[in-house]
């Protein structure tokens, strides 16, 4: 990568040095269409019956997309876009996914933007220069932009417009200075506020002047979209360009076109000159096992440009104002990221696990369900919304949860996902706000409810736990014990087996093993009346931080111990009778149907069910007899006294 660098920088620094003086002329209209989206599509067509052409800046991971709500597909597919290079119109770079690349780790912009240029290559486009989503790079990724073999990328909002009427820049001049070839000027993009007379000012104050304008366009006639114009305006204002053109005051150009004049194909000068394709880097390895969130407690800073967390970033839809700051203290630790909605008309904004090509977006299994939560504070209800990755990239919308309630003091926000779209590699998911209002959110999970296999091993029974020699804990309260990395246990453990004992409770109750940092479940793994002492083995999956919690759900306090004897470590290879440790989750429940009958029998499906493999050989639960009306053995737990009901 580095000798790939360091070649294109010497043609880059030579195509400058050998560039011809560009002659004085009228000023150069570009038009330029973002986005790929289908609607385009009819607005180029007009456009070239007019003979002029536009560039179209593509992402690679939306060509061929289709509404995952079985509408029309929102994106050009290739065969469109093909067909619009053959007409004499430029395609070019706008990154795999479209995120915003001044939040990305060096190595994932380096995938957008370089892997962006190699898959338009090899789809057939000739693709030469690039333009940033969302206007937004620093020094570094502009670098990566001329690294990645471009020859210009187009910026947004730095000539006067509409949107921008205080500026007195009003074109890039020609030749482009060096210093702009990878951040060119350009007004503000057009949008539905802009009358044919605001496309036409930018043009006007300009020619005298000459230099270059570029316009930017999205969409046409939508009707959800801010960032649309109609139809009969836009073919107005290229039936003036027309006019403008003939009269001898602009030349409609591609950025091709004018890129030719610093950067001439020796095989064509008319064209830009074509460099050499570089590779992204590889991504990483997907995490597969425990939590998949990175930097879930949002403590490792982000970007300094972005001022996010690390592996994180900004979604939003529809026209509402949103600001992200980091505020202190967080649910545990140091950060929590506060968004703050005003002005809001429609849509929605959230943090997200950054939709990328495999740097920090969790990875996912078709059909797994997951299982997420995050802690929050609110001042109006909350929901997690879900995305999913597919094909080169392509991210998109999956689904949203119920709504949680607005909150004051933290609370957890727990859901289980439906099955994973066919086709999908990763997923994303976070708290949105849907109004105005603010939104605190820390401690991210997210954790696929069928986890690798596992071998057991056995070790000499170690206590981990006793909160005899600390503090008792508190009626609903919890308490958590290291296990990875602790006496000999590896830190890659996965679940652990272990004896609990409740010792002194001051009244009855059960204790809940689970995953530190997950949602807890609804389901016991030990059960006790006031004053008893009662042991049970418990077997549990091991939370991301090496933990795993206990939760009293009392009205009193219980003295908790625990006393590991084996643990679980993910298997070299998948072979039929390892174990796979889940979340625990409750199957059956006969206080909700009918008690069993004496010598009775009742069974309970599992094979298939809540991510359970439908091939499962065998099980293993948590046994529990409630409210029994006579004695009776039990080999897996301990009776509860007759008459006692099981505290839910």
């Known amino acids: 990568m580095a000798a790939a660098a360091l070649l294109l920088a010497t043609l880059f620094n030579a195509a400058l040095l050998t560039r011809p003086a560009q002659a004085a002329g009228p000023l150069v209209v570009t038009l330029t269409f973002d986005d790929a989206n289908a609607d385009q599509v009819a607005a180029a067509n007009y456009l070239n019956s007019k003979g002029m052409f536009g560039t179209f800046f593509l992402p690679s991971g939306y060509l061929n997309a289709t509404d995952p709500n079985g509408g029309p597909p929102p994106y050009m597919t290739t065969a469109q876009a093909l067909a619009l290079q053959s007409a004499g119109n430029e395609i070019a770079g706008h990154t795999v996914t479209h995120p915003d690349l001044a939040q990305m780790d060096a190595n994932e912009v380096a995938r957008q933007i370089c892997n962006d240029r190699v898959n338009l290559t090899t789809m057939g486009f000739r693709v030469t220069n690039f333009a940033y989503p969302f206007a937004s790079a620093t020094p570094a990724v502009e670098q990566q932009v001329a690294n990645c073999g471009y020859n210009s990328a187009r910026g947004l909002g730095d000539l006067k417009s509409k949107a921008a009427p205080t500026l007195t820049e009003v074109a890039e001049p020609l030749p482009v200075p060096t210093a702009d070839l990878f951040f060119t000027k350009a007004p503000d993009e057009v949008d539905n506020t802009w009358a044919v007379a605001d496309m036409q000012a930018v043009v006007t104050q300009a020619e005298a002047g000459g230099g270059w304008v570029q316009l930017t366009f999205h969409h046409f006639d939508s009707a959800t979209d801010p960032l649309t114009v109609t139809t009969t305006n836009f073919q107005a204002y290229v039936n003036w360009l027309v006019t403008e053109q003939t009269a001898g005051r602009i030349v409609v150009k591609t950025v091709r076109q004018v890129m030719a004049a610093q950067f001439p194909d020796p095989a064509n000068p008319a064209l830009d000159l074509d460099k050499p394709l570089v590779n992204g880097p590889a991504a990483p390895p997907p995490i597969t096992v425990g939590n998949l969130i990175q930097n879930p407690s949002l403590e490792t800073a982000g970007p300094v440009a972005t001022g996010l967390p690390y592996c994180w970033a900004i979604g939003a839809y529809g026209t509402n104002t949103h600001t992200f700051t980091s505020v202190s203290p967080g649910h545990t630790g140091s950060v929590a990221e506060q968004m703050v909605i005003s002005g809001y008309v429609d849509g929605d904004a959230k943090l997200l696990p950054t939709l990328d090509l495999g740097q920090c977006a969790p990875s996912a299994t078709p059909g797994h369900i ?156 030990l059960n006790y009346a006031t004053g008893q002492i009662v042991p049970n083995l418990v077997t549990v999956p091991v939370g991301s931080d090496g933990k795993v919690t206990l939760y009293n759900q009392s009205s009193g306090t219980a003295q908790l111990i625990a006393d590991v004897s084996g643990y679980y470590v993910p298997a070299a290879t998948s072979a039929p009778g390892e174990f796979q440790a889940l979340a625990p989750s409750r199957f059956l429940d006969t206080r909700n149907s009918t008690p069993v009958a004496p010598n009775g029998t009742v069974s309970f499906q599992v094979g298939g069910v809540s991510g359970i493999p439908a091939t499962v050989s065998a099980v293993t639960f948590n046994l529990t007899v409630a409210n029994p009306t006579s004695f009776a053995s039990s080999r897996r737990t301990r009776p509860e006294p007759p008459g006692r009901t099981l505290p839910t």
């Open 370 to 525: 997951y299982q997420m939560s995050a802690w929050y504070t609110a001042t109006a209800p909350t929901q997690f919304e879900l995305y999913y990755r597919t094909g080169l990239g392509t991210w998109n919308y999956w689904t949203a949860s119920p709504n949680f309630a607005a909150a004051t003091a933290w609370t957890q926000a727990t859901w289980t996902s439906p099955p994973v779209p066919a086709g999908a590699s990763a997923i994303s998911m976070g708290l949105n706000l849907l109004s105005n209002g603010t939104l605190i959110t820390d401690d991210y999970a997210l954790y696929d409810s069928v986890a690798v296999a596992s071998v057991f091993k056995s070790m000499t029974p170690s206590r981990l736990l006793d909160t005899r020699n600390s503090t008792p804990v508190a009626p609903g309260g919890t308490v958590s014990f290291q296990v990875g990395g602790v006496n000999g246990i590896p830190a890659n453990v996965s679940a652990v087996t272990f004896n609990l004992t409740v010792a002194n409770p001051t009244s009855f109750g059960f204790v809940t093993a689970y995953p530190s940092g997950t949602a807890r479940p609804n389901a016991s793994n």
